[in-house]
């Protein structure tokens, strides 16, 4: 079983930044791809990005291409979301999982809130 706690969301200015970090227990997630979700309210949770265990291979969604990176260290089983240039549109609360998604590793997330 894997349990996974993520953080650092916060409220900022658009144009700001953040960190998100995604610590995984249990087990090591080495041999999986992992992926940021987002949920924003009132809509469906989404995917934001993915990278390959080796972190050779990232996908992001159409809407942060160019301004979120996704990046892991498998050594403390951790996975990290860098977002630049952040829009009001990506208010939501944050996930990580594996890519495609268990049901059952789904944490309670952090909230990223960005103003005007």
């Known amino acids: 079983q894997v349990h996974l706690v993520e953080s650092g969301g916060g409220l900022v200015q658009a144009g700001g930044s953040l960190r998100l970090s995604c610590a995984a227990s249990g087990r090591s997630f080495s041999p999986y791809t992992m992926g940021w979700f987002r949920q924003a309210p009132g809509k469906e949770r989404e995917f934001v990005a993915t990278?390959?265990?080796?972190?050779?291979?990232?996908y992001y969604t159409d809407s942060v291409k160019g301004r979120f990176t996704i990046s892991r260290d498998n050594a403390k089983n951790t996975v990290y979301l860098q977002m630049n240039s952040l829009k009001p549109e990506d208010t939501a609360v944050y996930y990580c999982n594996t890519h495609p998604p268990n049901y059952d590793y789904w944490g309670q997330g952090t909230q990223v809130t960005v103003s005007l």
């Open positions: 990278i390959s265990w080796s972190s050779g291979i990232s």
